[in-house]
């Protein structure tokens, strides 16, 4: 079975500061990775995805996230947070193989304060 | 860049009617998917869809949901009799091949039973 922990509910950054949201994964098979975002009333968009290549992976608006695999983790990073950045971010779990359904966490809600 | 596409944005049912929440996926993949976000809960799996039938459903999707594919383009989610706790956002997904690939979402359809 996979899971995903999503460490803060809510993460509160100044802008230009960076941005740092937390994700655990739980995964019996060699795992796919993912990042979305939910601006408000939007649908979900794909931020960034590891899929056993580089673990360091980059991914669109200056986001990026390292898989580690020693510590089950895929923290999200940003240099410098932008007003814009300001949504709800959910870490993802898939298997590399076979069409199993996505798993997501429960989600992370970054503000961003001018 | 083609996009998934989902119909209504919103739709109000009363309780007991049935709806169906339509959707086009990417016009090249393959694989199909149904979620659903409760507000203020985490993105859940329903149903995903391949080759004409249903390859896995959750144990949210019990035989009040069907889908359906009923031409090229479309992909429908039918609730039969809706229930209060069937309001919710809907998200219909595609991906072009099975493994890491990613899924694409569609905008969502927000549903109110009341």
């Known amino acids: 079975a996979q899971s995903v922990t999503q460490l803060d509910s809510h993460v509160s950054v100044s802008e230009g500061t960076p941005v740092l949201l937390r994700c655990n994964y739980s995964s019996s098979y060699s795992p796919s990775l993912f990042w979305y975002v939910q601006h408000p009333n939007k649908g979900l968009q794909l931020l960034l995805k590891y899929t056993s290549a580089a673990t360091l992976v980059k991914g669109i608006n200056g986001f990026e996230a390292e898989f580690k695999k020693s510590e089950t983790s895929f923290h999200l990073t940003k240099p410098s947070a932008h007003m814009s950045d300001a949504a709800e971010y959910f870490c993802?779990?898939?298997?590399?193989?076979?069409?199993?359904?996505?798993?997501f966490g429960k989600g992370t809600r970054l503000s961003v304060i001018a | 860049e083609p996009e998934v596409t989902q119909t209504p944005s919103h739709q109000v049912t009363q309780m007991g009617q049935e709806v169906i929440l339509r959707c086009v996926p990417i016009s090249n993949h393959l694989y199909f998917y149904w979620y659903r976000q409760i507000l203020g809960q985490k993105v859940e799996f329903l149903v995903s869809f391949y080759n004409n039938e249903i390859s896995e459903k959750s144990e949210i999707f019990d035989d009040q949901f069907s889908v359906e594919r009923p031409d090229g383009s479309n992909f429908t989610l039918k609730i039969r009799s809706t229930k209060l706790e069937d309001s919710a956002m809907y998200f219909c997904?595609?991906?072009?091949?099975?493994?890491?690939?990613?899924?694409?979402f569609g905008p969502g359809t927000r549903l109110l039973v009341l």
């Open positions: 993802v779990v898939s298997e590399t193989s076979g069409n199993t359904p996505l798993v």
């Open positions: 997904a595609s991906r072009r091949l099975a493994g890491g690939e990613t899924q694409y």
